[in-house]
């Protein structure tokens, strides 16, 4: 099943013992937001400082979602992109500390400047921000159920009239009345009731042309496809080390620790795991309150169908999560077949007694990492995030990596391996205003399940980034009151600008807006072919342009406009990369055919190699002033790996074998990126043709700035029969390994 874009009726998630019958008379605000979630809050808050009134509605009986529902530890990225009310909020968790503890204190500095904090005291901050605003009003414990009207058109345009719940406390069901609508929540329910477009699961590599997209491992001919499938949902599970707060680890109504025996109990057998500690936290950092969080109850494959699923199935779904995590933390805790001495460490362990108090103090929020995601005006995908990071009607700033969890489990040979969308790091990139509104909703605005490929979200999806764009959100729906446009027509100009004034950070460093043309389109052999390098919007201006017009990392010219003929028939690599005057740079890699065009180059990404022995990914430096060079930065082909040389670890192999469409011969290339730790010995073995080549390569000195270096010619047969592998055999370095590339260049 590949992933869906899907138009649904208005649905209906209500429980079966709650009937709209019951209703009250409808609940009127100006903006009405669905969903307590970061997002939500910051919403509501935005909205009604501008003096709007706001009907917070929320699904929990406590506002925060995740952030107050067990996260502890927020995942920020950069640090410096954090503005508006998402920097307010994380400014008072330090306040608090502060304020209680003193600046002096472990638990001021355990708190790392907002990052760090229990859940009671985040619950605490976003109550303390919405009480500011006498303008909110909060609904808890409400699930979606519909839209009112059915959903049609209102003068001429379509448009929400009315939210519908099941107020699951009062067992009656609501109806909220607003002018603008903002679907804040973790599964975008009023979003798809609306009738907006939207998909579950990955796009396929081809969809948008995005180099990490679809399935990343198992068989060669279903990589890259797109399929229904979202990253492992978990609960984060707040425990503490702290003994007279903490209770132990109840027994759940449904204990399996069937799962468990092979993987966390063997290890605890055989003595590589000491303690609770080694499976669950971070201890090596004392957190507030001796509480951590253990993010480790991820189980792939068994979220299907929530964002989809009506209440019921949701529950059971949750129910069935929340089982295997709290059977887990029994079973390292009581089971009899574990060594006496790990289970008396364990029961220093257990669920702080100042948390969740009303839901047997273990999480009351699922967290759902994605489920639907909007296909709306504007849809972010991964060139976003590694080419065109700037945009004209940029609302927030993202700069977290592009972070999946597991997704499913493929079978290799007797073993199952997890397999997700490749890490790679990114730079600062802006989210556009365009990604929040639907194509056609007029008073809609969509947060958290914004408009954004699967690639893009797994960066976007950071709690920090949804307050940031919440808070945008609620701006937005103030404008859209106050001259009453749809929130598509807008004065983005003038979002920004109120955005700005309220301490939002916009434009927080991009690379250079370049676009590489050529004329004629597809040249003749021999033909001039004129290269040019046409700027966008450059914060600074170029200081260099240099380009390689055979894709092995050779600089065949300088300069905004070069002139090249080509000798050869074949679909050429060609590549430019632009620095300008603050260091920033852009490498843009396209294809040029000349001639017939039955010849090409063959680029074979690292991550569909043969990898064997421990491999650990690296990440580029994220500062911008600093020149960079890792492909994936710029156009892939995969992330970068390094290992650590031979003797601190075991030994390791990459082993690439292409399907080569011709016979003939070959520049065979290495991508990489040059670094001091790096070997100046990496052994690299080729098989060609004619017999077996054994060379080494030094990869600590830098010879080009593109991305890939040659090593030789080598004439190789059509198909596989020939190799490129590369061991850490003898190396004076770690060495680093991000693709090769076999380079058509005759017969």
């Known amino acids: 099943m590949h992933s869906k874009l899907a138009l649904l009726a208005s649905i209906a998630l209500a429980s079966s013992s709650i009937h709209a019958a019951d209703a009250p008379p409808p609940e009127k605000a100006e903006v009405v937001v669905y969903g307590g979630t970061p997002a939500g809050v910051m919403a509501a808050i935005a909205a009604a400082k501008h003096g709007h009134t706001v009907a917070l509605v929320d699904i929990n009986a406590h506002v925060g979602g995740v952030v107050s529902g067990g996260l502890v530890a927020s995942d920020m990225g950069d640090r410096e992109t954090i503005g508006g009310l998402s920097k307010d909020f994380f400014t008072r968790i330090v306040k608090f500390y502060t304020d209680k503890y003193g600046a002096d204190s472990k638990e001021f500095k355990a708190c790392r400047n907002g990052a760090t904090f229990e859940p009671h005291v985040a619950e605490l901050i976003f109550e303390q921000m919405l009480k500011e605003q006498p303008g909110i009003k909060v609904w808890r414990n409400c699930r979606y159920r519909g839209v009112l009207p059915e959903f049609g058109r209102v003068e001429g345009s379509d448009r929400i009239t009315g939210l519908i719940v099941d107020d699951m406390a009062a067992k009656i069901t609501r109806t909220f009345s607003g002018d603008v609508f903002i679907d804040a929540s973790y599964e975008g329910d009023l979003m798809a009731g609306a009738h907006v477009p939207y998909r579950v699961g990955r796009e396929a590599r081809a969809e948008y042309g995005e180099t990490l997209a679809g399935v990343s491992m198992g068989p060669k001919e279903q990589r890259g496809m797109g399929d229904h499938r979202t990253m492992a949902y978990n609960y984060r599970v707040t425990v503490t080390s702290d003994t007279a707060n903490r209770v132990l680890f109840p027994k759940p109504a449904h204990y399996d620790p069937t799962p468990f025996i092979a993987t966390h109990g063997k290890r605890i057998k055989e003595g590589r795991a000491q303690g609770f500690g080694d499976f669950f936290t971070t201890i090596d950092k004392w957190h507030p309150g001796y509480k951590y969080d253990a993010n480790w109850f991820d189980w792939p494959g068994n979220s299907e169908g929530y964002a989809e699923g009506d209440w019921e199935l949701r529950d059971r779904i949750a129910a069935r999560i929340r089982d295997r995590a709290q059977s887990l933390l029994y079973y390292v805790q009581n089971d009899p077949e574990l060594p006496e001495a790990f289970r008396a460490e364990s029961h220093k362990w257990g669920l702080p007694k100042d948390e969740f108090p009303d839901s047997g103090h273990f999480p009351f929020q699922l967290y759902v990492r994605e489920a639907r995601r909007m296909v709306g005006a504007y849809v972010l995908h991964e060139q976003d995030l590694t080419q065109d990071r700037w945009k004209a009607d940029g609302i927030a700033t993202g700069s977290y990596g592009i972070d999946c969890h597991t997704v499913q489990f493929l079978r290799e040979g007797e073993r199952l391996v997890p397999e997700h969308t490749r890490h790679v790091a990114c730079n600062n990139y ?74 939002s950070v916009l434009d927080c460093g991009y690379q250079p807006q370049v676009k590489l043309t050529w004329t004629p389109k597809h040249p003749k052999l021999g033909e001039k072919v004129i290269f040019k390098a046409v700027s966008g919007t450059l914060k600074d201006p170029l200081k260099q342009i240099v380009w ?107 082993h690439f074998q292409p399907t080569l469409p011709l016979t003939g011969r070959y520049q065979v290339c290495i991508g990489f990126r040059p670094s001091k730790a790096l070997a100046t010995n990496t052994p690299i073995t080729i098989k060609h043709a004619s017999g077996t080549a054994k060379l080494t390569l030094d990869q600590r000195t830098e010879t080009t700035p593109f991305a890939f270096v040659p090593i030789g010619e080598f004439t190789f047969k059509a198909g596989d029969s020939g190799f490129v592998e590369m061991t850490n055999g003898g190396a004076d370095g770690r060495i680093g390994i991000d693709g090769v590339r076999w380079v058509w260049i005759g017969e």
Request: a negative charge.
């Open 548 to 654: 390689d017009f055979d894709g092995t990392g050779k600089v065949g010219g300088e300069g905004e406009r070069v002139v090249r003929s080509f000798d050869l028939e074949k679909v050429h690599t060609v590549s430019l990369l632009v620095t300008d005057a603050a260091g920033r740079k852009r490498l843009l890699t396209t294809e040029v055919p000349v001639g017939s065009a039955e010849a090409r180059d063959i680029t074979m990404d690292e991550f569909d190699a043969e990898m064997s022995g421990r491999w650990n990914g690296t990440l580029p430096d994220m500062l911008l002033t600093k020149p960079l060079r890792f492909s994936d930065v710029f156009t892939g082909p995969g992330t970068h790996r390094d290992v650590l040389m031979k003797g601190k670890v075991s030994p390791v192999r990459a």
């Open 430 to 503: 802006d989210i556009p205003y365009r990604s929040l509104t639907p194509p056609d909703v007029v008073n809609l605005l969509v947060p958290v399940c914004c408009s954004a490929t699967h690639i893009a979200y797994c960066s976007l999806r950071m709690e920090p980034v949804y307050m940031m764009l919440g808070h945008a959100a609620g701006d937005a729906a103030h404008l859209t009151l106050t001259t009453k446009k749809s929130v598509q027509d807008i004065d983005v100009k003038a979002l920004r600008e109120l955005l700005l004034a309220e301490g």
